[in-house]
């Protein structure tokens, strides 16, 4: 009997901790959304209640109905969901191709390649601000969706190429050699065996690529200036005036900015299984 307490106790209490921990974590990562979420849906006014509460005591829709008729606000939205959606299309293809070749054939200055790309992730995006800002002013593409999606994808392509080659590293060369043998071509065995099995590390590689995209500060700021070419955080930020912040649009505006975040993340997550399991029955 004392037994059976001692290993119940052993089982109990570490599930016990582990579900604490997580329920911690849980609050802590939640409550400053559900903060963000339900100050978005009070006045300024009573915003600045005291005490502070969670809960508005009367719910309204100003702030969303503000962006919404803000032509202005809008065209933020537009334009960081075409940046952040042709930097990710252009770096997963890029990456995807250039990962292959890393992952498959043995070529010169493979490893020197390796070194430097591996290489440009140690370099803080702010110490290229001033040499990029020169740049896209002497090419004169100043104030253009080129230079941001250029510029964005200089940041991007490094990470998803390591984590495609790494991703294709997991796959049996075999796969190529069969196709080969079948009288198949390189190109074949890449679009039709070694991508279809590769679409978690794809997944993977897009959700990241369009959320560094799409929450870029800095060069947005930078390497723009009219109103029309402005993205959602450019647009959050310009919401601070000089003598008062509109609080409950910035809120209502993080919010709606987080939601192509989230549904990307519920599709990418139904894709993950979706192709392990279709990568386990072709292999």
Not at 88 to 96: D, H, R, S
Not at 153 to 173: D, E, Q, R, S, W
């Amino acid at each position: 009997m004392a037994k059976a307490r001692r290993s119940l106790s052993r089982t109990i209490l570490p599930t016990l901790l582990t579900y604490l921990g997580l329920a911690v974590g849980l609050v802590f990562a939640g409550f400053p959304i559900l903060w963000m979420f339900f100050t978005s849906l009070k006045s300024n006014t009573e915003i600045f209640a005291l005490p502070p509460r969670l809960l508005p005591d009367h719910f309204t829709n100003v702030a969303y109905l503000s962006i919404f008729n803000d032509q202005a606000k809008v065209r933020f939205f537009l334009n960081s969901y075409l940046v952040a959606g042709v930097v990710t299309v252009l770096t997963v293809l890029i990456a995807i191709l250039t990962a292959y070749a890393f992952s498959r054939y043995s070529f010169r200055l493979k490893k020197t390649l390796n070194v430097f790309i591996i290489s440009t992730q140690t370099v803080p995006p702010i110490t290229l601000l001033i040499p990029y800002f020169g740049m896209v002013v002497a090419f004169g593409i100043f104030n253009t969706y080129f230079a941001l999606i250029l510029t964005y994808m200089v940041f991007t392509l490094p990470y998803a190429i390591l984590l495609m080659t790494g991703y294709l590293n997991t796959l049996p060369k075999e796969l190529d050699e069969a196709v080969l043998v079948d009288g198949g071509s390189s190109w074949t065995a890449l679009w039709r065996v070694i991508i279809p099995l590769s679409v978690p590390g794809i997944v993977a590689t897009a959700v990241y690529t369009f959320l560094l995209a799409w929450n870029e500060f800095l060069f947005a700021l930078t390497l723009t200036k009219s109103m029309d070419m402005r993205t959602v955080p450019i647009g959050i930020e310009l919401l601070m005036g000089q003598h008062a912040f509109e609080w409950n649009e910035m809120m209502a505006m993080s919010v709606l900015g987080s939601l192509p975040l989230l549904v990307l993340y519920l599709i990418a997550q139904r894709y993950f299984l979706a192709g392990m399991a279709a990568g386990s029955v072709k292999s």
